[in-house]
């Protein structure tokens, strides 16, 4: 099949906030309560031939909370999780930088940390994204900045109440949510 054949748009996640519930640094199976309407929101995309990409900074690598070896088999299991759902997860990006990281090796500025584009960046080169129609979803200021940064121009930002946003003002053209599942209003059927 040829590369231009297989182009299809990605759902781009991050994921304390929007797969799971935002507690701060979670990395144990215990601390990990999934957001209500992800699997419904993630199944609809797959039926609708979108990938599935997470894209989450992890600083708490970094900052010496939990270690990327903690954050890996936490990642497979949630992979295991939405398998479970039958719901593959095209590809896990993460960036453990931090300019106040506690390792050096961490202490950097990263295009992968959002609110830069990085982590959306390297999707489009390991697959055939349709970057305009690609979908970001995000509970943070920087996740919006990131998607369109990146080029996307479907941003939502998920906001259940619990958080005060500040947005700046480079980042008014995007989609407010109260709820996960107002996600799947926003994809198309690419597959008819």
Known sequence: MSKEKNIRPALFLDRDGIINVDK??????????FIDGVFEVCRKAKEFGYWIFVVTNQAGIGRGYYTSSQFRELTKWMEAYFKAEDIVIDRIYYCPHHIEAKYKKYRRHCSFRKPNPGMI???FKDFNVDI?????????????QAGQRAGLQINILYDNGEAEFCLPQDIDDHIRVKR?????KFLKNWVL
């Open 121 to 123: 960046h390297q999707a």
């Open 24 to 33: 701060g640094y979670v990395y144990r199976r215990q601390d990990f309560e």
């Open 132 to 144: 305009p129609n690609s979908v970001m979803v995000g509970n943070k200021s920087t996740y919006i």
């Open 180 to 184: 996960i599942l107002e996600v799947k």
